[in-house]
């Protein structure tokens, strides 16, 4: 549109016999966020060798992450006042965010090396055009994120609204790439991996800035250069931390030392409307489970149920229910864990009992409800799963214990329904 109109401009110029100066181009605030991430994508400038002169010796970085303004100023753009604070991103150096200084000031500063602390960017491969929108971004796209993310990471937002502006507002949704549960783009490797749930927890400025600028050299929108408010963005950050995935303790197959019980059951009930989703497991009459086993589930250890069926005796992974440690958990030391939570804030976990005991008296289940629980999608129009010829539930945490159960027949398979037991 601007273009559009910027053509029209001109050729209304051309047309008129008075002589019009065009303004110089507004610089653009939405191009300056993407160059403060990793500009040489951005502008496709040679990529830099060597450490940026003003990186500090004692800094852990090196190379090319020197040169992006992100690795000395921050996510957050308040540097060592901020998240860059300590760890291996410490530079000591200051931040951008409420800078005195003036659009002159600061593009001498970024293209020189002629003031203090100049950093001779025309040297390494920014324009004026680069810089300019650089500036505008400090200028007008720069927030305080204190206003959006509190002291432990947890972001300050309404996250149903984020969940609308996460799959359906935003053009195109952040769904069409990345997936309902965020994980259908891995950002690392697949042994590790790092899904839009796992910036959102470890990282939440870097997931705002991204949310709100995109990503340099991919497709990924802007949210706020396509009109979102910047409170939208972070209802989006509050529904990517209390729903999505940070990461998966659900394996591609199913591990092979788990606790096994005398008894388990499983239902699965995936209606149209997903406010009437719902998965109850019960593990019971299990082998031998000590407390210390269970971790500590409300504040260090997280659990996973994991849903795997088989398709010609090859189990895969259907679906993953990831449970961040949280608060809902409530310790019965030495008797195991309860869990409740109305809300079914985290993956829809509503209620669940970790309960150690001698072989035969030990107890596992796990009841979730509701639109934050992600069920599998049924493998055809009148099954749920294929169970050729089982369907295998483990119940993993990160201390590497899991308790399992495998179902060879079915109650009920059907399109919006699985129901077992076993034996
Ligand atoms: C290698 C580290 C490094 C990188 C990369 C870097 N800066 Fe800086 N920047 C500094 C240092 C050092 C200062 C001086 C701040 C201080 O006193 O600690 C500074 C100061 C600034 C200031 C002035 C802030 C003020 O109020 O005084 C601005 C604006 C700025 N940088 C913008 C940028 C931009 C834009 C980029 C990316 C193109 C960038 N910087 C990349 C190290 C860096
Ligand atoms: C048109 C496709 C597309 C859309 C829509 C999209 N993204 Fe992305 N996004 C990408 C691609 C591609 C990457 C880069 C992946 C990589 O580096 O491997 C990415 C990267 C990211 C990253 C950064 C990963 C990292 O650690 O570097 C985050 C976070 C992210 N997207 C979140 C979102 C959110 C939230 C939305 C919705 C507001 C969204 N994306 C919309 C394609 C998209």
């Given at each position: 549109m601007i273009r559009f109109l910027r053509h029209a401009f001109l050729c209304l110029a051309l047309l008129s016999t008075t002589v019009f100066v065009p303004s110089p181009a507004a610089a653009d605030a939405i191009r300056g966020g993407l160059l403060w991430d990793q500009w040489w994508v951005v502008n496709?400038?040679?990529?830099?060798?060597?450490?940026?002169?003003?990186?500090?010796?004692?800094?852990?970085k090196s190379g090319n992450?020197?040169?992006?303004?992100k690795e000395c100023h921050g996510w957050d753009y308040k540097g060592a006042a901020g998240a860059y604070g300590s760890g291996s991103h410490f530079t000591g150096i200051a931040g951008v965010f409420g800078t005195t200084l003036t659009a002159g000031q600061m593009t001498d500063l970024i293209k020189t090396v002629a003031v203090a602390n100049g950093h001779g960017f025309q040297n390494y491969g920014l324009t004026d055009t680069d810089i300019a929108d650089l500036v505008e971004f400090i200028q007008t796209?720069?927030?305080?994120t204190d206003f959006y993310i509190d002291g432990s990471k947890a972001?300050?937002?309404d996250a149903s609204q984020g969940e609308t502006n996460y799959s359906a507002v935003s053009a195109p949704a952040c769904t069409l790439c990345h997936g309902a549960e965020g994980?259908?783009?891995?950002?690392?490797?697949p042994a590790d991996p790092e899904w839009v749930g796992t910036l959102g927890a470890g990282n939440p400025w870097e997931l705002l800035h991204k949310i709100r600028f995109g990503q340099p050299g991919t497709g990924m929108p802007s949210w706020i250069g396509d009109g979102g408010s910047d409170q939208g963005a972070a209802d989006m950050g509050a529904y990517v931390q209390q729903n999505l995935p940070a990461f998966s303790l659900c394996t591609d197959t199913p591990r092979a030392a788990c606790a096994q019980s005398a008894k388990a059951t499983v239902l699965i009930k995936k209606p149209v409307?997903?406010?009437?989703a719902k998965l109850k497991f019960k593990w019971v009459k299990g082998a031998e489970v000590q407390h210390a086993d269970f971790g500590d589930p409300g504040v260090t250890t997280n659990y996973s149920l994991c849903l795997y069926d088989s398709n010609v005796s090859i189990d895969s992974l259907a679906a993953a229910i990831d449970v961040r440690p949280n608060p809902a958990w409530l310790s019965q030391s030495p008797k195991g864990w309860k869990y409740k939570d109305k809300l079914g804030a985290y993956a829809g976990l509503r209620k669940a009992l970790l309960k150690p005991g001698t072989t035969g008296k030990s107890k596992a289940t796990f009841i979730a409800k509701g639109v934050n629980l992600a069920l599998p999608v049924a493998v055809g129009a009148g099954t749920f799963f294929g169970q050729d010829p089982d369907v295998t539930v483990q119940l993993v945490n990160e201390s590497e214990q899991c308790w399992t159960a495998t179902f060879a027949t079915a109650k009920k398979n059907e399109a919006e329904i699985f129901k077992a037991k076993q034996p």
């Open positions: 496709g400038a040679p990529v830099p060798t060597g450490d940026h002169p003003l990186y500090p010796p004692a800094g852990s992450a020197t040169f992006r303004c796209g720069v927030i305080d972001f300050f937002g994980t259908a783009i891995n950002f690392k490797v409307d997903p406010s009437k």
